[in-house]
Nanobody
């Protein structure tokens, strides 16, 4: 059974930083493309950043230059370093395979950025 547990969210002011973590069990990050997604209130879930099995990385235009995705294979953990946060980054953040699987969604972690 796959379990993905996100953590690290919180309430910050615009311009500040957060680091999200996604711990996986039953799922080896090195074997698959994986990524971070987010869902803001009233909006559809969107992809934010992804990293392929060989390590190729891509970002949504809205976060490019501010967010950094990385993984620790030894810990089977995915990270998202978020700098220069803006109110429009407010959302629940999730990790999942890329493309995402419906049965892999976790509870997510809430990120709230105040202006």
């Amino acid at each position: 059974e796959v379990q993905l547990v996100e953590s690290g969210g919180g309430l910050v002011q615009a311009g500040e930083s957060l680091r999200l973590s996604c711990a996986a069990s039953g799922f080896t990050f090195d074997d698959y493309a994986i990524g971070w997604f987010r869902q803001a209130p009233g909006k559809e879930r969107e992809g934010v950043a992804r990293i392929s099995s060989p390590g190729f990385i891509s970002y949504a235009e809205s976060v490019k230059g501010r967010f950094t995705i990385s993984r620790d294979s030894a810990k089977n953990t995915l990270y998202l370093q978020m700098n220069s946060l803006q109110p429009e980054d407010t959302a629940v953040y999730y990790c999942n395979g890329w493309p995402p699987r419906d049965d892999y969604w976790g509870q997510g972690t809430q990120v709230t950025v105040s202006s």
